[in-house]
């Protein structure tokens, strides 16, 4: 089924590890998002791609590094984690900012530092 | 930057009718989304709205004034499975899209 596959579903960090969420799409999208949702809180944008080979920072960037080398591929890093960062993480795509359409969201990760 | 305001939590009887409101700021407007939201699951895309009025899916309808910075999205013949959070999507001066926090709507029987 085309859509957007978050991996892994669920993680359990130590404080300092490192780790990488992977975000593939296959309906050609150009535009690929990570965000965050914690509670009472709604969607954060955490960093975001415009197309292949680009980045740029959204509202919360801070301790999270992205690459998107190939167009379907959107991965997240986290270099040292913390345990501020547990929350749900979403990646999603979208065919432009303005998609008629909408965004289409990833099943999400959980993430959970300890 | 974006700030968004919905009611945090609302609640209906089955076959009803609920309104849920959004407000947001309206500097570099382009368009407002609703997307719903069931506990542990992904957004889903419910409606976009670029010009003032209401438009009409089925059950659902979501209005938009764009002088107002207002929105609402109602909800007719009220299920069960509505019960969900619905979040409202401003655009941040004409950039990436904001997310309000969510409105969590409780559907009874």
């Known amino acids: 089924n085309a859509g957007v596959t978050q991996t892994p579903k669920f993680r359990v960090l130590k404080t300092g590890q490192s780790m990488t969420l992977l975000c593939a799409q296959d309906m050609n999208h150009e535009y690929m998002y990570w965000y965050r949702q914690d509670p009472g809180m709604g969607l954060r944008l955490i960093h975001y791609?415009?197309?292949?080979?680009?980045?740029a920072k959204g509202e919360v960037p801070d301790g999270y590094n992205v690459s998107r080398l190939k167009k379907q591929n959107f991965l997240l890093g986290l270099e040292s984690a913390a345990p501020s960062q547990t929350s749900v993480y979403f990646c999603?795509?979208?065919?432009?900012?303005?998609?008629?359409?909408?965004?289409?969201f990833g099943s999400g990760t959980r993430l959970t530092v300890v | 930057g974006q700030n968004i305001d919905q009611p945090t939590e609302m609640t209906a009887t089955e076959g009803a009718i609920v309104q849920i409101n959004c407000t947001y700021q309206?500097?570099?407007?382009?368009?407002l989304f609703w997307y719903q939201q069931h506990a542990g699951e992904a957004p889903t895309f419910l409606s976009y709205n670029v010009l003032d009025g209401l438009e009409e899916k089925g059950r659902f309808s979501s209005f938009l004034s764009r002088s107002k910075g207002y929105s609402y999205l109602l909800l007719k013949e009220l299920q069960m499975k509505d019960s969900a959070s619905y979040l409202c999507?401003?655009?941040?001066?004409?950039?990436?899209?904001?997310f309000g926090p969510g409105t969590r709507l409780s559907v009874l029987p």
């Open positions: 309206t500097s570099g407007f382009n368009g």
């Open positions: 999507a401003a655009p941040n001066y004409g950039q990436n899209f904001v």
């Open positions: 999603a795509s979208s065919y432009g900012q303005q998609a008629l359409d909408g965004y289409t």
């Open positions: 791609s415009v197309g292949e080979g680009t980045t």
